[in-house]
T-cell receptor
Framework: DTAVSQTPKYLVTQMGNDKSIKCEQN?????MYWYKQDSKKFLKIMFS???????INETVPNRFSPKSPDKAHLNLHINSLELGDSAVYFC?????????????FGPGTRLTVT | GNSVTQMEGPVTLSEEAFLTINCTYT??????LFWYVQYPGEGLQLLLK?????DKGSNKGFEATYRKETTSFHLEKGSVQVSDSAVYFC??????????FGTGTRLQVFP
């Protein structure tokens, strides 16, 4: 029973392409997140949705567009991919937005842009 | 601004050695503090947390105490195992649900 799942696990594509990463959680949580982990393992939040509404939008190029069709899904679409987009992208979810809410992470999607 | 500072890795230890990974934070308000662990090829898992000053989080033999006076949340384990080899992330939330992560510390334990 996978709590937070992401597809695909690996994604290799060329510069300029458009790609999507999907995330689903079966925990009944109402808040979902996207994080980017660079080659040095530095993790930074990109977006957060609560009940399908965007609540955190960090300084991310507008080539990145999250979409939340329902509470259980948060997809990330990336237009015009660049070399610097190569990273591991993690989806996470939590119940509520309290400061002590535990976030559950997916296994990650390793994106390689060539 | 809000930030987390962790000791640089890798930390290399022999099995059964004592582990300390230092973490200090800069935050406004009263953050909750977390340690997450990332095993090779996997996502992050919550290892332990503390939500107020002097709280001690503990799990799987790991411990960390929320020290408000020194703004620290150092991770310790008395006797590490090879299976503890992973990257450890200190993190906090302050006022929102946005997790601020440290840069991660890689732990390598050899038999």
């Amino acid at each position: 029973d996978t709590a937070v799942s992401q597809t695909p696990k690996y994604l290799v594509t060329q510069m300029g392409n458009d790609k999507s990463i999907k995330c689903e959680q079966n925990l009944g949580h109402d808040t979902m997140y996207w994080y980017k982990q660079d080659s040095k393992k530095f993790l930074k939040i990109m977006f957060s949705y609560n009940n399908k509404e965007l609540i955190i939008n960090e300084t991310v190029p507008n080539r990145f567009s999250p979409k939340s069709p329902d509470k259980a899904h948060l997809n990330l679409h990336i237009n015009s991919l660049e070399l610097g987009d190569s990273a591991v992208y993690f989806c996470a979810s939590s119940q509520g937005t309290g400061v002590s809410s535990e976030q559950y992470f997916g296994p990650g999607t390793r994106l390689t842009v060539t | 601004g809000n930030s987390v500072t962790q000791m640089e890795g890798p930390v290399t230890l022999s099995e059964e050695a004592f582990l300390t990974i230092n973490c200090t934070y800069t935050a406004t308000g009263y953050p909750s503090l977390f340690w997450y662990v990332q095993y090779p090829g996997e996502g992050l898992q919550l290892l332990l947390k503390a939500t107020k000053a002097d709280d001690k989080g503990s799990n799987k033999g790991f411990e960390a105490t929320y020290r408000k006076e020194t703004t620290s949340f150092h991770l310790e384990k008395g006797s590490v195992q090879v299976s503890d080899s992973a990257v450890y992330f200190c993190a906090f939330t302050g006022g929102t649900d946005k997790l601020i992560f440290g840069t991660g510390t890689r732990l390598q334990v050899f038999p």
